[in-house]
């Protein structure tokens, strides 16, 4: 192919058309396996409000609307409440509970399955000039599951009835 090129050269030139090769051969298969991909589009609404009481005491409203099938479907509704007190001019701590219904569709469960939530969270408020801040959240939740009787196989049936999580810096 390259015979017209010296032997270095002709050299030089085959591994770089084999990288050539080997590269293109790489983005065909990458592409076909995206190809094979479901896409599933899904919504959020979300709303959270705090309402002023005496002092430092205030109440946590917030409600969350996730749905899929083309936002057609509800998956889940996420309301929580909660009770803040104001430690310092920057920092807020709240306790709280959530009832969710989410939809499953597992095994013998096709429906709303509820949950319950007790949730603590602390919140810092840093100021690093005056049109920015950041916001520092550390939360703990407390899930309770229900049982679900399954006929046949169940995706997660040796779950752990009790569930902590901790998301930081959101």
């Known amino acids: ?19 050539e090769k080997i590269i293109a051969g790489c983005l065909l298969l990458a592409a076909q396996s995206t190809q094979a991909q479901q ?12 309402i ?14 996730r749905s899929t099938n083309h ?4 998956q889940t509704l996420l309301p929580r409440v909660g009770l803040n007190y104001q430690v310092r001019s920057n920092h807020v701590a709240t306790a709280g509970y959530a009832y969710i219904p989410n939809r499953y569709r597992a095994g ?23 049109a920015v801040a950041l916001q520092h959240r550390f939360r703990l939740e407390e899930r ?23 998301s930081l810096l959101q």
């Open 144 to 166: 309770w599951l229900p049982n679900v009787a399954c006929r046949g196989q169940c995706v997660g049936k040796n779950r752990q009835p009790f569930y902590h999580k901790v």
């Open 39 to 50: 896409v599933q589009y899904s919504g959020w609404l979300a709303s959270f409000n705090t």
């Open 108 to 130: 013998a469960v096709d429906g709303l399955v509820a949950e319950h939530r007790l949730w603590q969270q602390y919140i810092i408020n840093q100021p690093l000039s005056k």
């Open 71 to 74: 936002i057609a479907q509800l």
């Open 1 to 19: 192919m390259f015979d017209w090129l010296p032997k270095n050269r002709q050299n030089r030139y085959t591994l770089l058309l084999r990288r």
């Open 52 to 65: 002023k009481l005496k002092g430092k005491w205030a109440l946590h409203a917030e409600l969350q609307l």
